[in-house]
């Protein structure tokens, strides 16, 4: 059997602290009770952010991250109507890892912010934001998320911090033809233009020599090492350990991501890791020490998008990503975007700056 690799950056705080110390704050609205979730609310939960958010999602994919999570379940900061006892505005924090350079830090990404609609616009958020505010345990943690324009627009409204940039995005096309049939091209010359636009596009060939790339079905310390030593920022960025990403990448029960390794022999030099969706496709990982190595990744995850069917691959992260100029090299362009992460913090105000972020599509619950 292999053994677990510990976790980096990992939280000194637990769950059951968190849901101990008990935040001051009460709701001044009599129709309402504040409160920390417990697991058991947790159907309930799963319930209302479907209903609000009009989706599907089944229990499998809300456990997935609200208990399976590797840092911790989620903590929730609950409305409940009196009258009904039931939850009517709900608020996940997830733990999350974070470091500042080698240091760690306590974090949280926030999601699932939802209050059920007839109850909408009376303040419910507000409460949830004292409430959170007024637990002990917010001081010095820093939180960050990836909010949507409603959110945005209530963050602007309670004075909360709101990042006025878009996270940089690019985008490589992988099938020319139906980008240009949507463009308003006629098929019969899509057809004809489309491989012009593909060789233009086309990657040199590299040159892989003894180095070969294969699958990898699970992660561990060397995938852990390599991860670490090559997505290390001298600022704000979350260390990606084997654990944490067999259950990001591995064990997502409806989300597809393939993960590859190069190796010289048996020895890992790079990974990557794409995820798959219908049409689209997202690189959440590109790990590698080197432009050659990067390149050769990124030609096996164009190849592999083509194969599955992908018309695109989406990128998104911080400006000071180490791998921006292999994406450029390999003709991903950049494109505006409507992704503002978003970052709170009372003790650190360097982490309200998105320039010293390194966020990346696999830091986020939405991808
Ligand atoms: C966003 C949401 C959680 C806010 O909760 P709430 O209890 O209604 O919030 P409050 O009453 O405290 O504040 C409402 C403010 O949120 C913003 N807001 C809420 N819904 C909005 C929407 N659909 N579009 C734009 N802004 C919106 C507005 O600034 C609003 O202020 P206003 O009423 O003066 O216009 C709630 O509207 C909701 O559940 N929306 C659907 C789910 C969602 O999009 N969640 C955000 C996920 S990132």
């Known amino acids: 059997m292999t053994a677990i690799v510990p976790l980096p950056a990992p939280h000194k705080k637990n769950w059951r602290d968190w849901q101990h110390a008990q935040p001051p704050f009460q709701s001044p609205d009599p129709r309402f009770v504040l409160r920390l979730s417990s697991p058991e609310d947790f159907p309930e939960i799963y319930a209302l952010v479907n209903s609000i958010f009009k989706i599907n999602k089944s229990v499998a994919e809300y456990d997935w991250i609200y208990k399976n999570n590797p840092y911790g379940s989620a903590l929730c900061h609950l409305v409940v109507e009196k009258a009904s006892g039931n939850i009517v505005s709900t608020g996940a924090r ?66 909360r911090p709101v990042s006025s940039q878009p996270a940089a995005f690019a985008r490589k096309i992988v099938d020319w033809r139906s980008l240009l049939v949507r463009k308003g091209m006629p098929d019969y010359l899509a057809k004809l233009a489309a491989p012009v636009a593909t060789f233009v596009n086309r990657p040199s060939r590299r040159k892989q020599g003894d180095l070969r790339v294969a699958p990898i079905y699970n992660f561990y310390q060397e995938h852990q090492t390599l991860s670490l030593d090559y997505s290390r920022s001298e600022n704000f960025w979350c260390p990606h350990g084997a654990q944490w990403m067999n259950w990001r990448y591995f064990s997502h029960p409806s989300k597809k991501y393939l993960a590859h390794g190069v190796y010289d022999g048996d020895e890992l030099q790079a990974f990557s890791v794409i995820r798959l969706d219908r049409d689209s496709a997202m690189l959440m990982e590109l790990i590698a020490p080197n432009n050659h190595l990067s390149q050769i990744l990124l030609d096996q995850v164009e190849y592999v998008a083509a194969e599955s069917g992908a018309k695109s691959i989406d990128f998104y992260g ?40 390194q966020l990346l599509p696999g830091d986020s619950d939405v991808f």
């Open 318 to 357: 911080g400006k000071n990503w180490r791998q921006w100029p292999a994406l450029k090299q390999q003709g991903y362009f950049m494109r505006p975007s409507n992704l503002y992460p978003n970052v709170t913090s009372n003790h650190c105000p360097e982490a309200l700056l998105p320039e010293n972020w």
């Open 94 to 159: 997830f733990p999350w890892p974070l470091a500042r350079a080698n240091q760690d830090m306590e974090t949280i990404q926030w999601g699932d912010s939802a209050t059920l609609p007839e109850l909408q616009g009376q303040g419910l958020l507000s409460l949830r934001i004292k409430h959170t505010d007024s637990h002990p345990w917010y001081d010095q943690a820093i939180t960050f998320g990836l909010p949507n324009q409603a959110s945005r627009n209530a963050d602007k409204k309670y004075n």
